[in-house]
């Protein structure tokens, strides 16, 4: 045998061995997310598979889905098991809608790591609205999820545009900072009365852009986030707070979303992860100026 023939078998005899060692590898487990939520959880998530994929992170996301819906309701819906959802899921990228499904469908469909709940827009800053519904909605989650160690996140929305029409705004005299500090005192203590130990600080990345140049120019009419940058830096908020990594030159963005635009909406998201319940100003935002350890997102959360 020559030393070419000598090799060919040697390179052979190698790939028998360790190409089954390889093949059998188990692949990372995906992450599994499930909103309960309405319009406000289908804007943060919007982007949140993309970001994940971009940075090669396996994720399986799901929205349980209807307009304006309370927990309120949501706790209806899940005693009288109601088929009032649209199920809005994400595995790995590909996009699936399935309507007429109870939350129970939605909640036994996956072994969900994280449940996360949300009051609707307009009363998220009043926190007796939060009761009784969401302490049974969690003992509802717990009795029936299939991961016995499932975890709960809070949604912390954002406040209103300051122009907006929305008749719930009524409810903070109609003034922007009003409305952000009532959501965040109330996601605050209602996080803490209910042992809820993740909260996911949307509002807060929506205010910190609104202090940039970009200003109060994140909403398509007047509270839901505009399609591009209002939804990025929700989804990018999610994104921080669920896979404690930095989204800061995360390898996606949207198209019709500039690099500066996107970049502002990383920190700002960044900025709310780092710091949940008060506003980081962007007025000044200067890329070259940023320190560098406002790049790497410290151990806020432990799951």
């Not at 949501?74 to 790995?92: C, G, I, M, P, V």
């Amino acid at each position: 045998m020559n030393k070419k023939t000598n090799f060919l078998l040697f390179t052979a005899f190698l790939l028998i061995v360790f190409l089954p060692l390889n093949a059998a590898k188990p692949q990372k487990e995906p992450l599994k997310i499930l909103a309960i939520g309405n319009s406000f959880s289908d804007d943060a998530v919007e982007y949140l598979d993309e970001l994940a994929l971009a940075d090669s992170i396996p994720l399986i996301v799901g929205n349980l889905y209807i307009g304006g819906c309370s927990l309120e309701r949501h706790w209806k819906n899940a005693t009288e098991q109601l088929a009032d959802y649209s199920y809005r899921k994400s595995n790995l990228g590909v996009f699936t809608n399935q309507d007429h499904k109870t939350l129970l469908d939605g909640l036994l469909d996956e072994n969900w790591d994280f449940i996360v709940v949300q009051q609707v827009s307009q009363l998220s800053g009043k926190y007796d609205t939060y009761f009784p519904y969401l302490p049974n909605l969690m003992k509802f989650v717990k009795a029936h999820a299939k991961n016995p160690k499932v975890k709960f996140a809070l949604h912390q929305v954002w406040a209103y545009a300051q122009n907006s029409t929305h008749e719930g705004f009524a409810n903070y005299d109609r003034d922007q900072m009003k409305m952000y500090l009532a959501i965040t005192e109330t996601v605050k203590k209602v996080a803490a009365t209910t042992e809820i130990k993740i909260i996911i600080p949307s509002g807060t990345a929506i205010q910190n852009c609104r202090t940039s140049e970009i200003g109060d120019h994140l909403n398509r009419d007047g509270y839901h986030l505009d399609l591009l940058t209002g939804r990025y830096i929700a989804s990018c908020t999610w994104f921080e707070t669920f896979f404690h990594k930095s989204c800061i030159g995360v390898g996606f963005k949207p198209a019709g979303v500039t690099d500066r635009q996107a970049t502002i909406a990383q920190y700002a998201a960044h900025y709310a992860v780092r710091r949940p319940f008060e506003i980081t100003s962007m007025a000044d935002f200067a890329f070259s100026f940023l320190p560098i350890s406002d790049k790497i997102i410290p151990e806020i959360l432990v799951y």
